[in-house]
Nanobody
Framework: QVQLVESGGGLVQAGGSLRLSCTARGIIFSINAMGWYRQAPGKQRELVATITSGGSTNYADSVKGRFTISRDNAMFMGYLQMNSLKPEDTAIYYC???????????????????WGQGTQVTVSS
C-alpha cells in the first residue's frame, strides 16, 4: 500500500559525495519517522540516520559530521546527503518510513512500516 523508491546511489571515489533520495508512493496522509539504513556484504543491516516529522535527527557515530538526513514533508520525500565518503561506507542503502496511508484491503487508514528496495553505494579507495 506504500512503496518507497530510493535513487541516487552509484560509484564514487573516496572523499566524494552522493545524495540519496527516497520517494514515498501511495495514498499517504502523513509520514512520521523516516530513516536510512545500510547493509554491507556479510554484515547485518545497521542504522545510518533517522529524522522525525518535526525534524529531529539521529546519526550513527560512524557518519556523524559527514552525512545529513533531511525530508520534504509536503512531497513525502527523504534525503541523505553523504560527504567525505569512505570505502567502509560501501553498502546497499535502504530507506525506511513509518507512514499513515490508505489501506484498500480494509478501506481505512493504516500505519505502515515500509522499506525501499535499496540502492547500491560503492566507494573506491
Amino acid at each position: 500500500q506504500v512503496q518507497l523508491v530510493e535513487s541516487g546511489g552509484g560509484l564514487v571515489q573516496a572523499g566524494g559525495s552522493l545524495r540519496l533520495s527516497c520517494t514515498a508512493r501511495g495514498i499517504i496522509f502523513s509520514i512520521n519517522a523516516m530513516g536510512w539504513y545500510r547493509q554491507a556484504p556479510g554484515k547485518q543491516r545497521e542504522l545510518v540516520a533517522t529524522i522525525t516529522s518535526g525534524g529531529s535527527t539521529n546519526y550513527a557515530d560512524s557518519v556523524k559530521g559527514r552525512f545529513t538526513i533531511s525530508r520534504d514533508n509536503a512531497m513525502f520525500m527523504g534525503y541523505l546527503q553523504m560527504n567525505s565518503l569512505k570505502p567502509e561506507d560501501t553498502a546497499i542503502y535502504y530507506c525506511n518510513a513509518d507512514t499513515q496511508a490508505y489501506d484498500s484491503r480494509w478501506n481505512r487508514r493504516t500505519n505502515f512500516d515500509s522499506w525501499g528496495q535499496g540502492t547500491q553505494v560503492t566507494v573506491s579507495s
